[in-house]
């Protein structure tokens, strides 16, 4: 669904382990890293978008993790230009997020990025809370700053 301004509704999911380590995966071919994230679709609420995208992008279902929080509002990021498909109609300029922080409750063996037909990605590792800011590409920048920094108390009061 993407929105009068040109915004695709999505989730992104910022999933913890016991240790506090987040869950950083790589796009399929690439060096490029991410949290895992998805389009919500028409008719359907971002919970179960979260579920769905969990679920195709990691293989792990609502019984691998417990949600802890979700962002207050949708987090916006813009596109770049050379990245926006402009013979597409409507015309995507960017995501809007709704984010949610997820613990797991399950053996991270349970982790299987091969669980779609098309996978999202071939690798993953869990990283230092902060560590995504500085990894991923640069336009999602400011949104994972904002999404972190919103589940910063929740992980670690010290930090907020």
């Known amino acids: 669904m993407i929105d ?4 695709r509704a999505n989730v992104g999911i910022v999933l913890y382990n016991d240790a506090g380590q987040l869950l950083w995966c790589k796009r399929c071919g690439q060096d490029a890293w991410q949290f895992p994230q998805g389009g919500i ?3 359907e609420s971002p919970e179960d ?8 992008e990691t293989g792990l279902s609502r019984h691998d993790v417990e ?9 916006k990021y813009r596109l770049p230009p050379h990245l926006v498909r402009r013979r597409c109609f409507p015309k995507c300029i960017g995501q809007k997020q709704r984010w949610f ?5 399950s053996d991270e063996s349970r982790i299987d990025l091969q669980n779609s037909d098309i996978p999202e990605f071939d690798g ?4 230092d809370y902060w560590q995504p800011i500085n990894d991923v590409v640069f336009f999602k920048r400011k949104v994972y700053q904002r999404a972190l920094t919103e589940f910063a108390p929740i992980m670690n009061p010290a930090v907020a």
């Open 4 to 7: 009068s301004q040109g915004y």
């Open 124 to 127: 993953w590792a869990w990283v």
């Open 101 to 105: 922080l997820l613990r797991m409750v």
């Open 67 to 75: 949600v802890v929080a979700s962002s207050k509002k949708g987090l």
């Open 41 to 43: 679709s028409e008719n």
């Open 49 to 56: 978008a979260l579920y769905r995208e969990l679920k195709e």
